[in-house]
């Protein structure tokens, strides 16, 4: 998909989301706002390394156990989860396609709990959530939205020690109101400033989620496509771009092996095993499948790597 279809398509979204909220809200300046408008730093986490460095030592044991939670059940187009002009996808048609909204759980021995991505709140699971039931919801077939494992219950007592999110869209970030307001929460670079017609219909929502948090942490690559994030070779962040300019899939290391998190860089079982990349959903579908493309060699190099994608499982 050009970038000008994309534009296209989040624009009759946020139409749509007008629509179904009666025109309460007004219509939109023509300028692609940001993802949101919350502040960012440069990380004070991790430390850029060589490709080649990291791949040494993923096949070693590691000290990182990793829970992987359906947080909740969703369901949403076929055509922005996969790219159905590819030739390999000339069977599929658009429809609903049920996907997962989940969080990884990473504990460290000795840095603590971190999460890969947040789930959905413990609230969400109420049928007459804000986000369920105005123009934001509804044009993101949020009704639809099942809570299985709300953030809040699962952790119950348990302190973050950070949130590494794979990407700043919606659907990531639903599990934030579970999450003290202290834990710092990391983002890929320039990850909070992409400018997108479609964060005219989210951008208030993630600034809510956001609110009276420190300023995002950005992961600084430094010319590398890897960090070591917590400095001891356990977990590394990844450089993906393409679903989102600052879109980042994380590798951990773990007592059964590497384990890696794609993030929206492939949302689907069938778009793993196929190679093909996601749709619409994706703001520039040549570097999503670029990024698609290195992980899978990546995951090909490596085989005892699991791998967990951004919507369904393997």
């Not at 590494?164 to 929460?185: F, K, Q």
């Not at 400095?231 to 879109?247: I, Q, R, V, Y």
């Not at 994706?282 to 493309?293: C, I, N, T, V, Y």
Request: glycine letters at 10%; hydrophobic letters at 45%.
């Amino acid at each position: 998909m050009s970038r000008h279809t994309f534009r296209f398509v989040s624009r009759a979204l946020l139409a749509s989301a007008l629509l179904l909220g009666a025109c309460a809200e007004p219509l939109p300046a023509p300028e692609d706002p940001p993802a949101s408008t919350h502040g960012a730093v440069r990380a004070t986490l991790g430390k850029p390394i060589r490709l080649q460095a990291m791949e040494a030592l993923l096949d070693q044991a590691g000290p990182i156990t990793v829970e992987t939670v359906v947080s909740a059940r969703w369901e949403t187009s076929r055509a922005g989860l996969i790219n159905l002009a590819h030739e390999r996808a000339a069977g599929l048609t658009d429809g609903a396609e049920p996907v997962d909204i989940t969080f990884h759980a990473l504990a460290h021995p000795s840095r603590g709990l971190y999460l890969i991505d947040t789930g959905a709140s413990q609230a969400l699971a109420a049928s007459d959530h804000p986000l369920r039931t105005g123009p934001v919801g509804q044009a993101l077939n949020f009704g639809a939205l099942r809570v299985e494992a709300g953030l809040g219950a699962w952790r119950g007592e348990r302190a973050l020690a950070g949130v590494l999110l794979t990407h700043l869209h919606i659907d990531h970030v639903l599990g934030l109101p579970d999450v003290a307001r202290d834990v710092p929460i990391f983002v890929g670079p320039g990850e909070s400033t992409f400018e997108s017609p479609f964060h005219a219909l989210t951008q208030s929502t993630v600034d809510q989620l956001l609110e009276g948090r420190a300023p995002l942490e950005e992961w600084a690559f430094g010319g590398e496509r890897v960090i070591d994030v917590l400095g001891d070779a356990s977990l590394f962040a990844l450089s993906a771009p393409g679903h989102t300019p600052g879109s980042v899939a994380y590798v951990a290391r773990t007592p059964d092996g590497p384990v890696l998190f794609t993030g929206d860089v492939c949302h689907t079982a069938w778009g793993w095993r196929n190679d093909v990349e996601p749709g619409y959903f994706s703001s520039d579908p040549a570097g999503s499948a670029e990024s698609l493309a290195f992980l899978r060699a990546l995951a090909a190099r490596h085989t005892s790597m699991q791998v967990r994608l951004g919507h369904q499982s393997l």
